[in-house]
């Protein structure tokens, strides 16, 4: 099986329960790693067979913009959906991260992993 990832990609939300997090977007990290749905691009070095991964980050950012999500939970799953739906992908582990949202601790995410029914 081959797995496709992805690094600290900066996607922009309004996420949060607090007054203070619904007013602006917040920029979020978020790391993929993604199980191909076969081997057809490494066998032909055709994009059509590929996850063009350049679509994909349009796509969830365009999710995460648009979304009004309270919980980084919520978001999460909404993006592993999209990923599952609309792209060659048989599994997605998606982390996203909130930075700075609390004195003293860096980061603080969500790490699910989703797979398509088989």
């Known amino acids: 099986m081959n797995t496709l990832f992805l690094r600290n ?7 949060g329960v607090y007054d203070w997090e619904r007013t ?6 978020l790391d993929l790693d993604l199980s191909l749905a076969d081997n057809q691009a490494g ?23 648009q979304s009004q ?4 939970e919520a978001l ?3 993006l592993s959906a999209c990923i599952l739906s609309e792209f060659k992908v048989k599994k997605v582990r998606l982390r996203l991260i909130k930075q700075g949202i609390l004195s003293k601790v860096s980061e603080v995410g969500i790490d699910i992993v989703r797979q398509k029914d088989q």
């Open 24 to 29: 602006n977007p917040q920029t979020l990290l």
């Open 69 to 72: 999500r309270h919980l980084i």
């Open 43 to 65: 066998l032909t070095d055709d994009l059509q067979y590929a996850v063009n991964y350049a679509d994909l980050v349009e796509k969830l950012r365009s999710v995460a913009r």
């Open 76 to 78: 999460a799953e909404d």
């Open 9 to 15: 990609i900066q996607i922009d939300s309004v996420i």
